[in-house]
């Protein structure tokens, strides 16, 4: 039940702010995923999207903002995630689910009285992030999946890709 709380508040979180289903990511790992812009509701989905931007640097060497979803527009009615092996192997949607996995597997292992008091964790890189989530909830598990979708969504589009979204990496 901890860990089944952890994924349906996340999945919630998801669902509400960006119109897509982890769960179905991770139980399907379906090749593509549709949000729609539909309504009231589909509409402050589609702003979240707009509102996501990241920093690079332009060849004159001035910092610029780019969005990280450059095609969804204002009147955009929808958009589809691809990816050629399955979303769960895209890293927006890799790096919650471990994170998810992480948080989970710790609140159900300290529910049982199986984690020692007073011992020791760290972790590294995206680790990092599910440490401050589990231990000591500087994370809601619900921040925790927004930031790491957009940890993993920037990592996305640092990297050049083919038509197929594929890259050298990974």
Known sequence: PIAKKVWDDAERQMRSTYGISILKIVRENPKDMTVHFGGKKGAQIRENYRNL??????EDGQMKVLQLFPTVKAESTSYTFRQHDGLLNATQFTQPALSLMQVAQFRDLESKG??????????????EYSALSALVEVLPVESLAEVVFYRGMTMQVAVPRDRANRSDFG
């Open 114 to 127: 199986l984690v020692q008091q007073k011992t020791l964790f760290a972790g590294h890189s995206l680790g």
């Open 53 to 58: 931007v990241y920093e690079t640097q332009g």
